[in-house]
């Protein structure tokens, strides 16, 4: 089970939303024993850019083996 506190990436894009597989968010609160989680999700200056509450299967832990990448934010 993921942890609060833990980075984790997203696995789908999130409809509605600029939020895209692969972003990284960090979990701020932990649903039913990991059956879902709150995550927020941040720009490069530390702004908060969207909280959601995800199901498990739309985050995962962020291995140690990945790189980091960056993309743009696009306008809402």
Known sequence: MIAAYE?????????NTNLKQGDLS???EVYNNGAGYEVEFFASNGDTIAVETLEARQVREVSAKEILHVRKLDAA
Do not use: F
């Open 7 to 15: 980075r984790v990436v997203l696995t789908e894009d999130i409809p």
């Open 26 to 28: 960090v979990v701020v």
